[in-house]
């Protein structure tokens, strides 16, 4: 079978590595001013380099800087848009037997997008980079997808939907400016269109005033019209994802409940599906995947450190493959190894062995 060309490739990950103890230690160190910034920096960018070097030596094609820079998947990039600040909130997301941080957002003026950090991230990164240097940031729903909507300033906003419309069109600023800096691999990850499969979610969101049914549109469309402008050679994946804080979870149910706009609506190239357990339901909505798209299979498991068996994979791979063609398959973890920078509950060894499998069974199935 063909190698792929253009991203997703065969074997592939989401994003985020477990957090080096160097750089822990550094950030510890610049929390109680025992270090500069320029210090701290400094450490960030050995570690970075030394991750780089080390996915580029497992054969993985597409490389990240691990989000080392960032302490949240989403929240250091929704502080990077105007008119969004941090916010100290009175609980933390419900996980499954965690509690994360009392941080978040809240909305105190129009949403705009004006430049951001991660354009120098992104840049440094692809200056390390051998192959496809790979960017992640987080769906436009992030901003307003928890059960508790953020404290939303109504003089800016006295409706949400005028919300919606400069949230995509910061969303549209924000990609065009990454892929003019060079990025032509960019991941949206999106937590709250794969929530609405959680029927206990979908309640939630029924409390608090929506209908469910209709933000998976909203969703959908902001996605859309944050990719709108992008160059013919740019590749848009959607990381779909029931949350991930310390190998816990939010939600649960299978993708049928998105799996026509999901697979029909959204205009990206491919999707990075999380399918590590029951939670995730089977592969029967593989089905309705265009033939011109493609699903990376999130099979190796970043919750925990037992590794999964090459026979194992490539059965499960044969299981997806009666719903859609093998050729539109992938192969990767379903989730980042640290999507806050606490980290998954395995060692960094263990890490390494399950991308190393990945690339190991992507050779096997595909040549």
């Not at 419900?94 to 950090?117: L, M, Q, S, T």
């Not at 404290?151 to 924000?174: K, M």
């Amino acid at each position: 079978m063909a190698a792929r060309q253009r991203p997703p490739f065969r074997a592939d990950h989401v994003g985020s590595l477990l957090r080096p103890q160097a750089l822990k230690d550094a950030r510890a160190q610049f929390a109680r001013g025992a270090i500069g910034a320029v210090a701290l920096a400094a450490v960030e960018d050995r570690e970075i380099a030394r991750l780089v070097a080390r996915q580029e030596a497992i054969g993985l094609r597409a490389v990240t800087d691990g989000e080392l820079r960032r302490s949240w998947w989403h929240l250091d990039f929704l502080w990077g848009l105007a008119g969004v600040a941090k916010h100290t909130t009175n609980a933390g997301v419900a996980f499954a037997g965690a509690a994360p941080r009392n941080e978040g957002v809240r909305v105190d003026g129009r949403i705009e997008f004006r430049g951001h950090p991660m354009l120098a991230h992104y840049s440094a990164l692809a200056k390390r980079a051998h192959v496809t240097p790979k960017l992640t940031i987080p769906a436009p729903s992030a901003l307003t997808g928890r059960p508790v909507l953020p404290p939303i300033d109504a003089t800016a906003y006295p409706q949400r939907e005028q919300l919606y419309a400069d949230l995509g069109a910061a969303y549209r600023a924000a990609v065009n400016a990454f892929a003019a800096a060079g990025c032509r691999y960019l991941q949206l990850d999106e937590v709250f269109i794969t929530m609405l499969c959680d029927p206990a979610y979908r309640q939630k969101m029924v409390a608090r005033g929506d209908d469910p049914d209709a933000l998976l549109h909203v969703y959908a469309g902001l996605i859309n019209e944050a990719i709108a402008d992008i160059p013919a050679d740019m590749t848009i994946t959607l990381h779909l994802c029931r949350g991930n804080f310390k190998s816990t979870f939010m939600g649960e149910g299978g993708y049928e409940a998105v799996q026509d706009v999901l697979f029909n609506k959204i205009d990206v190239h491919g999707y990075f599906m999380e399918y590590d357990d029951e939670r995730s339901g089977g592969f029967e909505p593989l089905r309705w995947l265009p033939k011109s798209k493609h699903v990376v299979l999130g099979l190796v498991t970043t919750k925990r450190g037992v590794l999964e068996s090459c026979d194992e994979l490539k059965r499960r791979i044969d299981v997806a493959a009666r719903f859609v063609d093998l050729d539109q398959l992938c192969l990767s973890p379903q989730c980042g190894f640290a999507s806050t920078e606490e980290g998954n509950m395995l060692t960094e060894e263990e890490q390494w062995a399950k991308l190393a499998r990945v690339v190991e069974v992507a050779a096997q199935v595909w040549g």
